[in-house]
C-alpha cells in the first residue's frame, strides 16, 4: 500500500444542483483506490457516512456489493434513486449502528461529518442539537465500537479524515484516529496529497489522510 497519493480535488459524477452549495464528497479516484486495494469482486462494502453515496456508487461499478447509512433523509432517498441494490441503503443514525440489519462487512470507507474544536452544534444529527468537541469523539468511538460488531475477521476500514484550521486549529485527523486506533488496530495512514490551489472544502490545508485500520487482535 502506497503512503502518499497525488490526486486532483474532483468529481466525476454529476449530482443535483440542490446539493452543490455543500458537496463534500470524497473524490472519486481516492474512493476507488481504496477500494480495489482492500477487496475483491463479490466482497460487501460498507459507508456508515454515505453522503452523496461515492462509496456504494463505486463498489456497485467495481462488482462489490454496498451499503450505506446516511442521516439526512433527501441525501439517503437521492442516492437510494441512482444505485441498484436499494434496499441496502438505510435513511438512519449512525449513532445506532447496531438498530440495523447490516451482514458481515468486508471492507468499510467513509469519511464522517468533521467538527471543529469551537463548534457548539452537533454534526452527526444535522447540526438539530447542541454538542461539543469532547461528545462527538465519544460519539465516534462508539459508533466504531459498535461498527466492530459487523466487521470480517482480518477486515479493513479506511477512514478520511482532515485537520482543520477553520476557527482556529482542530487535530481532527489526530483524535479521530487515537479514538480509533483504541478499538481497532491501526495499521497507517495515507496522505492525501491535493492538487491545484486550496478550495473551501480543503479545510486550509492541501493535504488529507486516509486512516487505515484493521479488525485484528
Not at 45 to 55: P, R
Not at 138 to 163: A, C, E, G, R, W
Amino acid at each position: 500500500m502506497r503512503t502518499f497519493i497525488i490526486c486532483k480535488r474532483e468529481h466525476r459524477l454529476e449530482i443535483p444542483e440542490k446539493f452543490k452549495e455543500y458537496d463534500n464528497r470524497s473524490p472519486e479516484e481516492v474512493v476507488e483506490y481504496f477500494i480495489k486495494e482492500f477487496t475483491k469482486p463479490g466482497d460487501t462494502v460498507l459507508d456508515i457516512f454515505a453522503g452523496l453515496g461515492t462509496t456504494l456508487i463505486l463498489a456497485e461499478k467495481l462488482n462489490r456489493v454496498p451499503y450505506g447509512i446516511e442521516y439526512l433523509e433527501d441525501r439517503c432517498n437521492y442516492v437510494t434513486s441512482i444505485i441498484k441494490n436499494k434496499e441496502n441503503m438505510i435513511h438512519g443514525d449512525t449513532r445506532k449502528l447496531l438498530d440495523y440489519n447490516l451482514p458481515p462487512i468486508d471492507f468499510v470507507f467513509t469519511s464522517p461529518i468533521f467538527m471543529s474544536k469551537n463548534e457548539t452544534r452537533n454534526p452527526l444529527n444535522g447540526y438539530k442539537t447542541e454538542g461539543n468537541y469532547t461528545k462527538y469523539l465519544n460519539d465516534v468511538q462508539k459508533i466504531f465500537t459498535d461498527l466492530k460488531t459487523f466487521l470480517k475477521p482480518h477486515s479493513y476500514i479506511t477512514v478520511m479524515v482532515s485537520n482543520l484550521k477553520t476557527e482556529g486549529l482542530t487535530t481532527l485527523a489526530w483524535d479521530i484516529g487515537k479514538t480509533i486506533s483504541d478499538i481497532m488496530r491501526f495499521e497507517g495512514e495515507v496522505i492525501i496529497g491535493w492538487e491545484g490551489p486550496r478550495d473551501r472544502e480543503s479545510f486550509g490545508y492541501d493535504h488529507s489522510y486516509c486512516l487505515v485500520f484493521s479488525n485484528r487482535q
